[in-house]
């Protein structure tokens, strides 16, 4: 079984900020690396962290690194651009995890060229927004060998609750997509719905208590919707992260000549939320395009 002292972490955002809380709680020193350093005199323990000026530095102390960036051009820049993790001398038995949220193929790319360089690499996008990166109950959905997976479980393990291996290499990011892409269009569904029924002249409390009891309850109904009835649209994932993971989606579909309706339908919805300037806020603020349409909003 693999062992880890240092462990490198490459994107402190939203959520590598509460994955690498958990990682110096769990008792490994940080190996931290983001384009704005800021976020890495942010975190506690300081003595346990060593802050890396970029990519390739992050190789002199450790021989495993965890990254948690926004999409697929971000990851390759991580590897390959000026400073990248490929770009030097390649440690021994260097161990890769990408836990973004990226393009199937993309990874699937990655994965092999890795293994020509004789790289160990899995996926492992994760499921379950800041609080559960924050509190350590992220859901991990891994792609990649079954061996290497249990290498990487105590590492998992500090950052998540439920880990369950999809299948090969670019399978956790597939599995990724198809949550991605069922919570988006089940924003669309709560928007339109809620909307509906507010202009009909309902409260849409009342609508949220009786559905998430009804056939029509999800997580769009049970975790997004009192934040849009108390008028709280900071984010969260924020409306960007989702456009680019139903982008994920259609091109996915586009590539394997599939139709989907509602998927293209959601894609553009999300597009003129972009374009309407709501690109920061947080997903749930997609409701707004159908209050504008109704002339009503959906609030407490
Ligand atoms: P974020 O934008 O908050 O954080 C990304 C971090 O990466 C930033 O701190 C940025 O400075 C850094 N970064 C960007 N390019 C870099 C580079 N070349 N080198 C070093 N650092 C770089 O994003 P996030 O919300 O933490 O999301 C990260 C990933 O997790 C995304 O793929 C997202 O889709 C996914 N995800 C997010 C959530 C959520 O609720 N926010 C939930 C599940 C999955």
Redesign the pocket.
């Known amino acids: 079984m693999r062992t880890y002292e240092k462990v490198g972490l490459?994107?402190?955002?939203?959520?590598?900020?509460g994955m690498a809380l958990n990682l110096l709680k769990a008792g490994y020193t940080l190996v931290a690396?983001?384009?704005?350093q800021e976020?890495i005199k942010m975190l506690p323990q300081q003595e346990k962290v060593i802050a890396a000026e970029?990519?390739a530095q992050v190789l002199e102390y450790t021989n495993t690194v965890i990254t948690?960036?926004?999409?697929s051009p971000?990851v390759l820049?991580?590897l390959e651009?000026e400073n990248g993790l490929l770009t030097g001398e390649i440690p021994e038995d260097l161990f890769l995890i990408d836990?973004?949220?990226?393009s199937p193929d993309v990874t699937r790319e990655i994965g092999r060229k890795l293994e020509e360089k004789g790289i160990k690499f899995l996926d492992g996008?994760?499921?379950?927004?800041?609080s559960?990166?924050m509190n350590g109950t992220?859901t991990i959905m891994v792609g990649g060998k079954e061996e290497d997976l249990q290498d990487a479980m105590p590492l998992f393990e500090a950052v998540g609750k439920n880990i369950i291996h999809c299948g090969q290499c670019g399978a956790g990011q597939v599995v990724?997509v198809v949550n991605?892409l069922m919570s988006a269009i089940n924003l669309i569904s709560l928007s339109e719905a809620f909307t509906l029924g507010t202009k009909a002249g309902v409260s849409p409390e009342i609508m949220m208590n009786v559905i998430k009891g009804g056939s029509g309850r999800c997580w769009a109904v049970e975790d997004r919707m009192p934040h849009i009835l108390e008028g709280d649209f900071e984010?969260?994932?924020?409306i960007d992260?989702?456009t680019?993971?139903v982008k994920l989606a259609v091109d996915m579909a586009k590539n394997m000549n599939l139709p989907l309706y509602a998927t293209n339908l959601t894609a553009e919805l999300f597009k003129t939320a972009q374009v309407k300037g709501y690109g920061r806020k947080d997903n749930c603020a997609i409701i707004k395009l159908y209050e504008e349409l109704g002339g009503v909003e959906v609030r407490k």
């Open positions: 490459i994107g402190l955002g939203v959520m590598g900020y690396c983001d384009v704005n976020r970029n990519p948690m960036l926004p999409n971000h820049e991580v651009g836990m973004s949220s990226i996008p994760v499921s379950g927004g800041q559960g990166a992220l990724k991605q984010p969260g994932f924020t992260l989702h680019k993971d």
